[in-house]
């Protein structure tokens, strides 16, 4: 399964991620593999002095409890960088130093301390005065043909550069970026050059992006250091990809799946620019050569030309247009007034405009990227290199960042389909992202006056990267959870989904999320999946996605009709989803679900330890009648009971099919005698689940996570999902209300404070329903 899954591990639902070797995780209640359990290790960032005793005790407690044998992985390191940690006395500025102390090292989740003394979290990590100096280039009538006259012009002035390292020194987390972005370009460095590999559909976009990953390392470290065993190493890299010993003469960055094109188009005008200095005349001839022959030459074909590969250009929104036009504006921009053909010229003047018509309208009004939680890593790397590149080269963005007025909201999307765990990670995953991350959360932070984006993204792992080094503003103080709702709801038409969760920062907490939402308009990234949900509490994923199917698995992209290929596969179909299914038949296309959902609105205040009220809660409800063929009435709600410590779902389905209520979970399970509770055990926590005012016949029961033998079969077949039982409860034809609480086992938590909530009507749900 190349073409989906492992550079991050949370993409990766095909892989087998965890070493198996882990003793309390080899038992399994479905007797399949069970290749994914945590592994629990902790890789540690940065240590900060002032929280190194409550270090020691959270570390103490999550590895004790959950016996991982792998402690010595959690390695103590400076590279974090903190300035607390790495030796000074703690400056008031710094001696708060990095606010997550580790990384969860299977979804690289950041671990918060747990500590009420919020003076860490809102004194500046650096003196605030010192963020970037102003640029010098300030054209009076920007023009995208008109560049700032020195180099480096992309992502980078060199008035960056000269400031860079007294920044590095000051703000910890970009010395701790710094640290890892040149043992990056280390390891890259004693890398065979990059082995060709078409793969299916997916083409050689894993060959174009791990191109782009070394090459912005390689440059960032030279452009520091200056030393030329950098600039040589990318040559030789550069040559590879443009040679004999890669690919065919033709099309050689594959055009046909113009991403692919695109990626190495970034990556050659991002080598062009930064090594501008270094690089000799005839090499960057040559470079020019290769670009424009492989890389604008095609894609000016999609402007002037109808060739089919340029179907991305026309009236989509999604991933495709930002990375397709970011990649090719980028390297125009990094060869204009070198190139004497005129073809930079010519894209500048289409790609700019042909973004801000698609591009930019793959956020809604919501901020919910159009594809899925995974493309917006695709999507928003594309609109924010071609937006930087744009602002440091002419001075100008010429709107891309502000056509969309909503666009400034897809950042709180980001956040809110985090949870403790991982992502919200519905429909597709996308392939792997190497040069891809969350980082334009720092260029947006920035450019729409929306620090938290900052303040959100500088904790995760993959902020350790080039561009954060500088769209990163160390002037930003505070901590992103401090005033932030624990809830927010989604409501576009499209999208309709909903958060909620009981803290920001404990790896522990509870979180939902829910979706309704179109099953059409995600560019065939979806699934049939309206009433879909993920939960998390104590550390783990109780109920979770199975994530792409293989994205060279025959039709799995060419239709998203009722009747295609796309929907008879298992990962895709409804019955794959945890959600209802009626008469075993998939959801409606064309369902139109409506929502209603009201929150008690708590934040969570500076502190990462966080009391909620007993009256703390949210729910959400959406019918979903539209989704469903044989029923007159679907209605799906969820809320948090109890303080955020449990969770109620409840259908309302009255429907002329047979019934069934599906669950996805890692864990396993032991159903109660009756048939209506069952206990889920996974990494060690427990969760009971009951079937309240338990209907006549309903019973838990499980199944592997497979298609019924009577569906039809996919052109090819499913790919298995090892470890996943499907927690299900079925029920004949008829009208019937299902309540299922979720009791989560809290450490210090007895029966007795559980509460067993009434039985409302759906309609009927408010705040306070439930009290
Ligand atoms: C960046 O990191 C490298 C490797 O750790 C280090 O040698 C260099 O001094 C750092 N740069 C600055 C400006 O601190
Ligand atoms: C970059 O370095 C970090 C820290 O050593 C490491 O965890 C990460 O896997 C590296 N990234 C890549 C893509 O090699
Ligand atoms: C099972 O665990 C894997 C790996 O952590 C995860 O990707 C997947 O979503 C989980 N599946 C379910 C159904 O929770
Ligand atoms: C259930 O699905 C089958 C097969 O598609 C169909 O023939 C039948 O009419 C459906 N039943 C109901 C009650 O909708
Ligand atoms: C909703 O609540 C009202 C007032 O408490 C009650 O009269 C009504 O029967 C309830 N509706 C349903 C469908 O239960």
Redesign the pocket.
């Known amino acids: 399964m190349a073409s989906n899954g492992g550079n991050y591990p949370y993409h990766g639902s095909d892989h087998d991620l965890a070493p198996k070797e882990s003793p309390s995780y080899a038992q399994g209640g479905t007797g399949a593999a069970r290749p994914r359990r945590r592994i629990n290790k902790l890789i540690m960032i940065g240590v900060p002095v002032l929280l190194v005793v409550i270090l020691a005790a959270v570390l103490g407690g999550v590895l004790g409890s959950r016996a991982a044998k792998k402690n010595s992985d959690a390695s103590s390191s400076s590279?974090g960088g903190a300035s607390g940690g790495s030796g000074s006395n703690g400056g008031s500025a710094g001696a708060a130093g990095r606010f997550a102390v580790a990384t969860d090292s299977e979804f690289m989740v950041p671990v918060y301390p747990s500590t009420t003394n919020t003076a860490l979290f809102t004194t500046p990590t650096v003196v605030a005065a010192n963020s970037w100096p102003t640029d010098s280039f300030k054209p009076a009538t920007p023009d995208v043909l008109t560049t700032r006259p020195d180099r480096p012009r992309l992502f980078a002035p060199q008035y960056k550069w000269d400031s860079?390292?007294?920044m590095?020194?000051k703000d910890p987390y970009m010395?701790g970026w710094?640290?890892t972005?040149?043992?990056n370009a280390t390891a890259y460095y004693s890398l065979p050059p990059i082995v060709y590999f078409m793969d299916g559909d997916s083409g050689i976009l894993d060959n174009a992006r791990e191109f782009k990953q070394r090459i912005k390392a390689w440059a960032y470290?030279y452009r520091?250091?200056k030393d030329t065993r950098w600039s040589e190493r990318a040559w030789v890299e550069i040559q590879h990809v443009a040679g004999d010993s890669f690919g065919p003469t033709a099309d050689k960055w594959n055009a046909a799946h113009f991403l692919d094109a695109a990626e190495f188009s970034a990556a050659y005008g991002i080598a062009y620019d930064w090594f501008y200095d270094v690089f000799t005349d005839d090499q960057k001839t040559q470079m020019r050569a290769t670009l424009i022959l492989y890389g604008l030459q095609p894609g000016l074909s999609v402007f002037t030309g109808t060739p089919t590969f340029g179907w991305w250009a026309t009236d989509v929104n999604g991933n495709w247009n930002c990375v397709c036009n970011g990649g090719l504006t980028v390297a125009s921009l990094a060869i204009l007034g070198d190139d004497t053909t005129g073809t930079a010229t010519s894209l500048l003047g289409r790609t700019v405009d042909n973004a801000k018509a698609n591009c930019a309208i793959s956020v809604s009004d919501d901020g919910t990227w159009s594809e899925t939680a995974n493309y917006w890593y695709f999507g928003t790397t594309g609109h924010a290199e071609m937006s930087s590149a744009l602002l440091t080269a002419t001075g100008s963005h010429y709107g891309l960042l502000d056509v969309n007025p909503n666009f400034q909201l897809t950042g709180l999307f980001h956040m809110y389909a985090y949870g403790p765990t991982s992502l919200f990670n519905y429909g597709d995953h996308g392939p792997n992202k190497f040069s891809t991350t969350a980082n334009c959360m720092f260029l947006y932070a920035d450019q729409y006056n929306r620090p938290n984006y900052a303040l959100f993204q500088r904790e995760q792992f993959d902020a350790a990267e080039p561009w954060s080094m500088f769209w990163y503003n160390p002037g930003t103080s505070g901590a992103f959870w401090d005033g932030a709702d624990l809830d927010f709801f989604f409501d576009n038409v499209n999208d309709q989904w909903a958060s909620m969760r009981s803290s920001w920062t404990d790896g522990n907490a509870l979180y939902v999320a829910i979706k309704a939402g179109q099953n059409r308009n995600h560019q065939t990234h979806n699934d049939l999946d309206a009433g879909d949900f993920v939960l998390d509490a104590l550390g783990t994923r109780w109920a979770g996605e199975l994530g792409s199917g293989d994205y060279r698995s025959t039709n799995y992209f060419s239709s998203g009709d009722q009747d295609a290929d796309r929907w008879k596969y298992y990962r895709k179909m409804t019955e794959g989803q945890n959600t209802i299914l009626i008469n075993q038949t998939n959801q409606n296309i064309l369902a139109a679900p409506t929502v209603r959902h009201d929150s008690s609105g708590t934040k969570q205040g500076s502190s990462t330890v966080l009391e909620v009220a007993k009256d703390s809660t949210a729910f959400w409800v959406s019918d979903m009648t539209s989704a469903y063929f044989s029923a007159t009435s679907v209605k799906r709600g969820i809320r948090l009971l109890n303080g955020r410590k449990q969770v109620l779902l409840q259908d309302e389905i009255d429907a002329t099919g047979a019934i069934q209520w599906r669950m996805h979970t890692n864990a396993t399970v032991t159903i109660g005698e009756g048939g209506t509770t069952a206990s889920l055990a996974l990494d060690g926590q427990t969760m009971q689940v009951s079937i309240l005012n338990a209907p006549t016949g309903a019973q838990f029961s499980t199944s592997e996570a497979k298609r019924f033998d009577t569906d039809p079969a996919p052109p090819v077949a499913d790919q298995e999902n090892p470890g996943v039982t499907v927690l299900i409860i079925s029920l004949p034809a008829g009208t019937v209300t299902l309540q299922v609480l979720f009791n989560p086992q809290w450490s210090g938590m007895s029966g007795g404070d559980f509460v067993t909530p009434p039985s409302v009507t759906l309609d009927n749900w408010s705040l306070r329903s439930h009290d």
């Open positions: 590279s860079l390292p007294a590095i020194q010395k710094n640290d972005i040149f043992g470290v520091l250091t």
